[in-house]
């Protein structure tokens, strides 16, 4: 639910990790060093609202919070003090930086999946096969997922997926199989409608991306009645 806005001077870069360069945390804040090894969760959720009570955290209005300044793509980035104390984590001298930066992403990913339990034994299809959908075929394999196929409309993004634990890749441009779970990876417009025609009976759709915050989708509710799918 974070989209690009026409701003040249902000740098960005949300998944990233680093060193500790200044210890005068500040605020009263302690338990860093210079040289900590470290990764910062850039937004979180107050954990209090009705959102958050009733499982939604992405939907919490302190979701919207900037904690980081300015980016990660920046030489030196300033952590608030709410970062501090909320979203700050080390982690282990055995784990690169490269891996990380993965730290974020994945929780992302992880939050998503257990949002479409069950997935033991369940078809999958996850539409778009960027760092997200590699991502989520991971996960969906390491948790027990049944047959996975994975849709792009670039082949060698489609041959990552395979490697990644996908069954088979097919291209996104053709007629896509039916699965119990489908997951959306790409803000493709016309693969917002695929994922309402793959989904079986009773089975879930994860939009993990979306097209833009102005753009609408018609939904077959009448099909979606008879069929429940969540």
Same mark, same amino acid.
């Given at each position: 639910?974070?989209?690009?806005?026409?701003?040249?001077?902000?740098?960005?870069?949300?998944?990233?990790?680093?060193?500790?360069?200044?210890?005068?945390?500040?605020?009263?804040?302690?338990?860093?060093?210079t040289g900590d090894?470290?990764?910062?969760?850039?937004?979180?959720?107050?954990?209090?609202?009705?959102?958050?009570? @009733?499982? !939604?955290?992405?939907?919490?209005? %302190?979701?919207?919070?900037?904690?980081? #300044?300015? $980016?990660?793509? =920046?030489?030196?980035?300033?952590?608030?003090?709410?970062?501090?104390?909320?979203?700050?984590?080390?982690?282990?001298?055995?784990?690169?930086?490269?891996?990380?930066?993965?730290?974020?992403?994945?929780?992302?990913?992880?939050?998503?999946?257990?949002?479409?339990?069950?997935?033991?034994?369940?078809?999958?299809?996850?539409?778009?096969?960027g760092l997200a959908?590699?991502?989520?075929?991971?996960?969906?394999?390491?948790?027990?997922?049944?047959?996975?196929?994975?849709? @792009?409309? !670039?082949?060698?993004?489609?041959? %990552?997926?395979?490697?990644?634990?996908? #069954?088979? $890749?097919?291209? =996104?441009n053709g007629k896509?199989?039916?699965?119990?779970?489908?997951?959306?990876?790409?803000?493709?417009?016309?693969?917002?409608?695929?994922?309402?025609?793959?989904?079986?009976?009773?089975?879930?759709?994860?939009?993990?991306?979306?097209?833009?915050?102005?753009?609408?989708?018609?939904?077959?509710?009448?099909?979606?009645?008879?069929?429940?799918?969540?």
């Amino acid at each position: 639910f974070f989209f690009k806005q026409k701003t040249a001077y902000e740098i960005p870069k949300r998944d990233w990790s680093s060193d500790v360069c200044s210890s005068d945390l500040g605020g009263g804040v302690s338990g860093y060093k210079t040289g900590d090894r470290v990764v910062i969760t850039h937004h979180f959720p107050c954990l209090k609202c009705t959102a958050c009570l @009733d499982g !939604n955290e992405t939907a919490c209005e %302190a979701m919207h919070t900037k904690h980081i #300044d300015p $980016g990660g793509f =920046a030489q030196y980035v300033r952590i608030l003090e709410s970062g501090i104390v909320n979203g700050l984590y080390r982690f282990p001298e055995t784990m690169s930086y490269e891996e990380a930066s993965f730290v974020e992403p994945l929780a992302c990913v992880v939050r998503a999946v257990r949002k479409t339990l069950p997935v033991q034994g369940r078809s999958a299809l996850v539409i778009g096969s960027g760092l997200a959908g590699l991502l989520y075929i991971k996960v969906l394999r390491a948790m027990g997922a049944g047959r996975i196929i994975a849709a @792009d409309m !670039n082949q060698q993004r489609l041959d %990552a997926a395979v490697r990644s634990g996908a #069954d088979e $890749g097919v291209m =996104a441009n053709g007629k896509l199989p039916s699965a119990d779970r489908v997951v959306l990876c790409t803000g493709a417009p016309a693969a917002a409608t695929q994922a309402l025609e793959c989904i079986n009976r009773g089975g879930k759709i994860m939009f993990f991306a979306a097209d833009g915050p102005d753009k609408k989708l018609e939904i077959p509710l009448t099909r979606f009645w008879i069929s429940q799918p969540e």
